[in-house]
Antibody, heavy 119, light 106 residues
Framework: EVQLVEAGGGLVQPGKSLRLSCAAS????????MSWVRQAPGKGLEWVAN????????YYVDSVKGRFTVSRDNAKNTLYLQMNSLRVEDTAIYYC????????????WGQGTLVTVSS | SYELTQPPSVSVSPGQTANITCSGD??????VSWYQQRPGQSPVLVIY???KRPSGIPERFSGANSGNTATLTISGTQAVDEADYYC?????????FGTGTKVTVL
């Protein structure tokens, strides 16, 4: 069974940092592009970042460029999102998702972890 | 930046057909995926590559994409189909989601 389990969310003050992780199992993690997608409370989905299988390519939505960094450890089957200089508007549920690079669609999703940025 | 626009809401009677549109510049030149999200749950893929259904998705879900508009059609809509639906496409390697449509089965 495919599983993606996010962790690391919580309450953090504006300007601070947080690192999210996503533990993958039930599929060959190393052959998948991986993504982070977020959803602010009561709002729609927003793509945040992609990372290629070997980590050599990374892409970000403009609003997080220079503040967020996506990375992965294929030996540990784990995806990460380092979030620095957090803003109130970064408050959201953060989902990790497996990206089918053949057809470019999200094959599976985690259950999400809530990040709340507030003073 | 690239944008995808959906109607905020669509209402449909049980057994009838719901059409959800997704509009974007030259969207027909891109592949579109559709995701269903029930309240409190993670999104689920219902259509990919414009019109393909993943295994386990009922045949009543279908898709089309041409010109500037992609359409998700739910035929014979059931109460279980009540959810938010998002279209999604790629602009180079940058992901874009539609604004989302709440489908209400009356």
């Amino acid at each position: 069974e495919v599983q993606l389990v996010e962790a690391g969310g919580g309450l953090v003050q504006p300007g601070k940092s947080l690192r999210l992780s996503c533990a993958a199992s039930g599929f060959t993690f190393s052959i998948y592009w991986m993504s982070w997608v977020r959803q602010a409370p009561g709002k729609g989905l927003e793509w945040v970042a992609n990372i290629k299988q070997d980590g050599s390519e990374k892409y970000y939505v403009d609003s997080v460029k220079g503040r967020f960094t996506v990375s992965r450890d294929n030996a540990k089957n784990t995806l990460y999102l380092q979030m620095n200089s957090l803003r109130v508007e970064d408050t959201a549920i953060y989902y990790c998702a497996g990206l089918n690079s053949g057809d470019w669609h999200f094959d599976f999703w985690g259950q999400g972890t809530l990040v709340t940025v507030s003073s | 930046s690239y944008e995808l626009t959906q109607p905020p809401s669509v209402s449909v009677s049980p057994g009838q057909t719901a059409n959800i549109t997704c509009s974007g510049d030259k969207l027909g030149d891109k592949y579109v995926s559709w995701y269903q999200q029930r309240p409190g749950q993670s999104p689920v893929l219902v259509i990919y590559q414009d019109m393909k259904r993943p295994s386990g998705i009922p045949e009543r879900f279908s898709g089309a994409n041409s010109g500037n508009t992609a359409t998700l059609t739910i035929s014979g809509t059931q109460a279980v189909d009540e959810a938010d639906y998002y279209c999604q496409a790629w602009d180079s390697r940058t992901g874009v989601f539609g604004t989302g449509t709440k489908v209400t089965v009356l």
